[in-house]
């Protein structure tokens, strides 16, 4: 149990377009996502928090207007990124904390590598 | 949420016990110890976690000192497929709780 999906798994795109990414939580409900970006050799980065039906909440120095964040049921949450740069070429990989679960367990995708050409 | 500190790097000859050091001096009283690994290209994959008994579940154990303020996870068998960043992340059980990874251990099975 406990999957969570992530479309697409890899994305190429020209600067100046934008780019959407899907995370599903598969099998469960999750009233929580979190959006992470991860560059080569480096940790993951918390972008935002997503909380299902209202604004996504984002952390300092994350640029909300360029990282759109829709939360529009328990089981998607999208991420868009707007007139993307080589600079946001990266890996993006979502977690879900389940409803209803007393251990807050955080379930991740399996990522979207991301090329701004 | 507590700063945990981690080696950067260790190794493990396969067929044996990986034991991976986590020091989190100043966690509170309410703040739980979880344990999550991301092999290459994935996505992270949580592990195990605990408050302040020792745990232990199908992927490996979980020893916290009596005092809280480390914890060691470990692998019983290491196999290669264990090969990856393993990152103990010590945070407040709880709606609001975001997890913030910190550098990690990369931790390398050797054949």
């Known amino acids: 149990g406990a999957v969570v999906s992530q479309h697409p798994s890899w994305v190429i795109c020209k600067s100046g377009t934008s780019v959407k990414i899907e995370c599903r939580s598969l099998d469960f409900q999750a009233t929580t996502m979190f959006w992470y970006r991860q560059f080569p050799k480096q940790s993951l980065m918390l972008m935002a928090t997503s909380n299902e039906g209202s604004k996504a909440t984002y952390e300092q120095g994350v640029e909300k207007d360029k990282f759109l964040i829709n939360h529009a049921s328990l089981t998607l949450s999208t991420l868009t990124v707007t007139s993307a740069h080589p600079e946001d070429s990266s890996f993006y990989i979502c977690s879900a904390r389940a409803t209803g679960l007393t251990n807050y367990e955080q379930y991740f995708g399996p990522g979207t590598r991301l090329t701004v050409t | 949420d507590a700063k945990t500190t981690q080696p950067t790097s260790m190794d493990c000859a396969e067929g044996r016990a990986a034991n991976l050091p986590c020091n989190h001096s100043t966690i509170s009283g309410n703040e739980y110890v979880y344990w999550y690994r991301q092999i290459h290209s994935q996505g992270p994959q949580y592990i195990i976690h605990g408050l302040k008994n020792n745990e232990t579940n199908e992927m490996a154990s979980l020893i916290i000192t009596e005092d809280r303020k480390s914890s060691t996870l470990i692998l019983p068998h290491a196999t290669l497929r264990d090969t990856a960043v393993y990152y103990c992340?010590?945070?407040?059980?709880?709606?609001?709780?975001?997890?913030?990874f910190g550098t990690g251990t990369l931790l390398a099975v050797q054949p």
């Open positions: 992340i010590v945070r407040v059980g709880g709606a609001t709780n975001k997890l913030i």
